[in-house]
């Protein structure tokens, strides 16, 4: 069965506008460490997984990988 | 879009635009129109609500404010006062529950804080659907995440509340959150703007598009088209807001700050414009200097965003530099956004030009609208019971088990371990008794704080209810031996445009009221939310009393665990009044909601609690626990339960058992006495109703021939993981 399983990467960060306290965080910090010229940061997570229906990870970002209400995401089927 | 579908698509009526014009005398711009349109929601403005609310009784001996600010303040002793408010945070828990709660939480912390006060104690009044739905194990597993998410970082600690579950709530959650907080006296803030030429100053995080038209998005029923609007969500940053608790107390105490007040909904808007109209002044605001989070931002999103953990200061010239030096040291974000003026107005600047102005007072200054109250046809046929119908169980061991187990009475545990209860080290009763009891450290002094609500039977009677809700959450007070002050209160309702709703609304009103009346505590801060709804179903009728009280030594107090064998248990309080009218063993069990539920007999009620808080105060009581939801049988098994020591008792007034067992009324406390206190106890009880049922002792409980189960077999019930369901 393994042979069937296709590798997905889904990178999911918030959406444009929410507020991202991660993000802000890092921003904040790293001119604390002497880097200068640091416009917005905003930090997302990426999950790669193994599928045997690719078909099925849509639903998988929306139920469940990312929170649609603040989150955008995006997938790929990389092997 | 023309303009009359632009100030519809912002939320005013026809007739609240024709009364902008009016007073304006001309034809308002769209950023102001944004502002009337936030501040005139019922969310802001307290619309329908307003004329209702003058009839709470809000003048005591130890209130210090009363409602009108971001708090209300109680005087303590020894120059030691709290500051406490609830607030709702229902519609944005409902579209998004962990940011809902965790804003909420947020928000409310901020109230108290811009009163000066330090936050020192969070309690969360919580209700949902039936947690068979999907849907709704979702909303409450997130909402209790949100919670401890924001509460648990930012340091103050959830020390109790309630959570209940009935359908009547499903698609539009409550979710209340009551901050309380401690101050030295002299250290109370206002929010009132004084001094023209004073500089205003934001201060926490930068400005974003959060919550745009949040405001009238809480005063808008639910639908799907909410899904669409998501947004709007804001999201909470808990370490920012620690960040400003401990800014905003160092200004204070260094005496830096004119006026403070909270960002909340309406933002920079609601906060200016309030704090402006009850100065008697202006304030100009200039929207390019307010600090942004993205870029493009219109200066009517500017002063309408909700971003979260921001204040508002006033500020003398002279002291703004030290300010911007205190939050700098502390990483907070602070700047000069606009000053306060003579011109009566909220006048908004950008780019040195005027984008609009308003007079504050006409913002300040909602509309107030004033219904009928009539009364529904649902009342009625819903009080009717006929308790004959209601067939007598056979098997007493099984009907309690299945009882305890119920979402609605069991352990709370599951939810309360999530939260950090102890931060702070002031808790000394955490959540799971009657009340939370917390130390002032350097004092003998003490508090307590609980919320509580009666949705079911403010639906069945809203008179009746209001007033007994008000009574429960002194008797819970009471029960751990603290002496009721003052109340904070969140109304939970459904669309005031509905005449069933109204009535509920303008009834429970007068019941908390003549309750506060009869008991001596004012209400003193409160908030509204209406319009929960959701395809077209209200709500049940939900005011959520948020009560405080005091306890001169704060080792003296009481729980509700039997801590000892062979004390002796009594009932105190009228004997005889419980009936199955909207309890929870007639909805659980014979799957009822009817009957109209015993008034309070609130003189009686008073003097009952009074003796009991003043037993346990004098040391002779130390457990205490009020008959409440399920009865005496679920009392006697959460006492048992608690302390690990059995009971038994006989009932026999020769009732219905399951009415002996099961039946509600408030008004009633039990107590267990070791026996060689009785005497005294007894004595001390001399002229209200009493009445020993038993003793505690053995491993289990037993009530009469009626009752006969282990300890392990009622936890076993009783201690059931609301979140069990997730998997299994």
Same mark, same amino acid.
């Given at each position: 069965m393994s042979e069937t399983l296709r590798r997905v990467r889904v990178l999911v960060r918030p959406k444009e506008g929410i507020l991202d306290p991660q993000g802000e965080a890092v921003r904040r910090a790293l001119p604390a460490l002497g880097f200068g010229g640091v416009g917005s940061v905003h930090v997302g997570r990426l999950i790669e997984l193994e599928v045997e229906d690719e078909s099925q990870v849509e639903d998988m970002c929306r139920r469940l990988l990312a929170n649609p209400t603040i989150e955008e995401y995006e997938w790929e089927v990389i092997g | 879009m023309n303009?009359?579908?632009?100030?519809?698509?912002?939320?005013?009526?026809?007739?609240?635009?024709?009364?902008?014009?009016?007073?304006?005398?001309?034809?308002?711009?769209?950023?102001?129109?944004?502002?009337?349109?936030?501040?005139?929601?019922?969310?802001?403005?307290?619309?329908?609500?307003?004329?209702?609310?003058?009839?709470?009784?809000?003048?005591?001996?130890?209130?210090?404010?009363?409602?009108?600010?971001?708090?209300?303040?109680?005087?303590?002793?020894?120059?030691?006062?709290?500051?406490?408010?609830?607030?709702?945070?229902?519609?944005?828990?409902?579209?998004?529950?962990?940011?809902?709660?965790?804003?909420?939480?947020?928000?409310?912390?901020?109230?108290?804080?811009?009163?000066?006060a330090r936050p020192v104690a969070v309690l969360d009044s919580l209700r949902f659907g039936d947690p068979a739905d999907g849907r709704v194990r979702y909303l409450f597993r997130e909402v209790v995440r949100g919670i401890g998410g924001y509460g648990n970082p930012v340091g103050v600690p959830t020390v109790g509340g309630e959570v209940e579950f009935a359908p009547a709530y499903t698609g539009n959650p409550l979710v209340n959150a009551m901050c309380v907080g401690l101050l030295r006296v002299e250290d109370l803030m206002r929010s009132r703007a004084v001094g023209v030429g004073n500089r205003v100053i934001l201060l926490g995080a930068r400005t974003g598009r959060d919550g745009i038209h949040g405001a009238t998005f809480a005063s808008d029923e639910l639908s799907g088209e909410s899904e669409a609007r998501r947004p709007n969500v804001q999201v909470g940053d808990p370490f920012a807001g620690k960040v400003l608790i401990e800014a905003c107390l160092e200004l204070r105490r260094r005496d830096l700050l004119v006026a403070l007040q909270d960002l909340?909904?309406?933002?920079?808007?609601?906060?200016?414009?309030?704090?402006?109209?009850?100065?008697?002044?202006?304030?100009?605001?200039?929207?390019?200097?307010?600090?942004?989070?993205?870029?493009?931002?219109?200066?009517?999103?500017?002063?309408?965003?909700?971003?979260?953990?921001?204040?508002?200061? /006033?500020?003398?010239?002279?002291?703004?530099?030290?300010?911007?030096?205190?939050?700098?040291?502390?990483?907070?974000?602070?700047?000069?956004?606009?000053?306060?003026?003579?011109?009566?107005?909220?006048?908004?600047?950008?780019?040195?030009?005027?984008?609009?102005?308003?007079?504050?007072?006409?913002?300040?200054?909602?509309?107030?609208?004033?219904?009928?109250?009539?009364?529904?046809?649902?009342?009625?046929?819903?009080?009717?019971?006929?308790?004959?119908?209601?067939?007598?169980?056979?098997?007493?061991?099984?009907?309690?088990?299945?009882?305890?187990?119920?979402?609605?009475?069991?352990?709370?545990?599951?939810?309360?371990?999530?939260?950090?209860?102890?931060?702070?080290?002031?808790? /000394?009763?955490?959540?799971?008794?009657?009340?939370?009891?917390?130390?002032?450290?350097?004092?003998?002094?003490?508090?307590?704080?609980?919320?509580?609500?009666?949705?079911?039977?403010?639906?069945?009677?809203?008179?009746?209810?209001?007033?007994?809700?008000?009574?429960?959450?002194?008797?819970?007070?009471?029960?751990?031996?603290?002496?009721?002050?003052?109340?904070?209160?969140?109304?939970?309702?459904?669309?005031?445009?509905?005449?069933?709703?109204?009535?509920?609304?303008?009834?429970?009103?007068?019941?908390?009221?003549?309750?506060?009346?009869?008991?001596?505590?004012?209400?003193?801060?409160?908030?509204?939310?209406?319009?929960?709804?959701?395809?077209?179903?209200?709500?049940?009728?939900?005011?959520?009393?948020?009560?405080?009280?005091?306890?001169?030594? /704060?080792?003296?107090?009481?729980?509700?665990?039997?801590?000892?064998?062979?004390?002796?248990?009594?009932?105190?309080?009228?004997?005889?009044?419980?009936?199955?009218?909207?309890?929870?063993?007639?909805?659980?069990?014979?799957?009822?909601?009817?009957?109209?539920?015993?008034?309070?007999?609130?003189?009686?009620?008073?003097?009952?609690a009074d003796r009991v808080r003043r037993l346990i105060a004098e040391g002779l009581v130390d457990t205490a626990h009020d008959i409440s939801s399920g009865g005496l049988a679920v009392a006697l098994a959460e006492m048992a339960i608690a302390g690990g020591v059995g009971v038994e008792v006989e009932v026999g007034s020769g009732r219905r058992p399951d009415v002996e067992l099961f039946g509600e009324a408030g008004g009633q406390i039990l107590i267990a006495v070791p026996g060689e206190r009785w005497d005294e106890v007894r004595e001390a009880l001399a002229g209200v109703p009493w009445q020993i049922i038993g003793r505690t002792g053995g491993g289990g409980l037993k009530i009469g021939g009626f009752v006969d189960l282990k300890l392990e077999e009622l936890r076993g019930a009783y201690g059931r993981d609301l979140f069990a369901e997730e998997t299994g």
């Open positions: - | 303009l009359e579908e632009t100030y519809r698509s912002l939320g005013l009526s026809d007739a609240e635009y024709a009364r902008v014009r009016e007073l304006l005398g001309r034809t308002p711009n769209f950023l102001e129109l944004s502002l009337f349109s936030v501040m005139w929601s019922e969310h802001c403005g307290y619309k329908n609500s307003r004329p209702l609310l003058g009839r709470f009784p809000s003048e005591g001996g130890r209130v210090l404010q009363g409602p009108g600010e971001n708090a209300g303040v109680v005087e303590v002793g020894e120059g030691w006062a709290l500051a406490f408010k609830v607030e709702s945070h229902n519609h944005p828990s409902a579209v998004e529950p962990y940011q809902g709660a965790a804003t909420g939480v947020g928000g409310i912390i901020r109230d108290i804080l811009a009163m000066g909340g909904a309406a933002g920079i808007t609601s906060s200016a414009s309030e704090m402006a109209a009850k100065g008697g002044v202006g304030i100009e605001i200039e929207t390019d200097r307010v600090p942004l989070r993205e870029g493009g931002m219109e200066p009517w999103e500017v002063m309408i965003s909700e971003s979260q953990e921001r204040m508002l200061a /006033v500020v003398e010239p002279e002291r703004v530099e030290e300010v911007l030096k205190v939050a700098a040291r502390y990483g907070l974000g602070a700047a000069v956004v606009g000053r306060v003026a003579d011109h009566g107005e909220l006048r908004v600047l950008c780019g040195g030009e005027v984008a609009g102005s308003v007079p504050a007072e006409y913002l300040a200054d909602a509309p107030a609208y004033e219904r009928e109250v009539v009364e529904p046809e649902y009342l009625k046929e819903a009080q009717r019971l006929d308790v004959e119908e209601i067939p007598v169980p056979g098997d007493f061991n099984a009907v309690l088990l299945r009882m305890l187990s119920h979402p609605n009475l069991c352990s709370r545990r599951s939810v309360w371990e999530q939260y950090d209860y102890q931060v702070r080290t002031n808790t /000394v009763v955490g959540p799971g008794a009657d009340a939370a009891v917390m130390r002032i450290k350097g004092t003998k002094l003490g508090y307590a704080v609980v919320t509580d609500g009666r949705g079911k039977w403010c639906y069945l009677d809203p008179e009746g209810g209001g007033a007994a809700t008000v009574a429960e959450a002194y008797r819970n007070l009471s029960c751990v031996g603290a002496e009721p002050v003052a109340l904070t209160n969140c109304l939970n309702f459904g669309s005031p445009e509905k005449p069933a709703v109204y009535y509920q609304l303008a009834r429970s009103i007068e019941g908390m009221s003549r309750a506060c009346e009869a008991l001596g505590t004012p209400v003193v801060s409160g908030n509204v939310s209406l319009y929960n709804e959701t395809s077209g179903g209200a709500v049940y009728p939900t005011p959520v009393v948020g009560m405080v009280g005091v306890l001169e030594d /704060v080792s003296c107090h009481a729980t509700p665990g039997f801590g000892r064998e062979g004390d002796v248990v009594a009932v105190v309080g009228a004997s005889g009044r419980a009936s199955l009218a909207g309890s929870e063993y007639l909805e659980i069990v014979h799957g009822r909601v009817a009957g109209r539920p015993p008034e309070p007999d609130l003189a009686l009620e008073k003097e009952c």
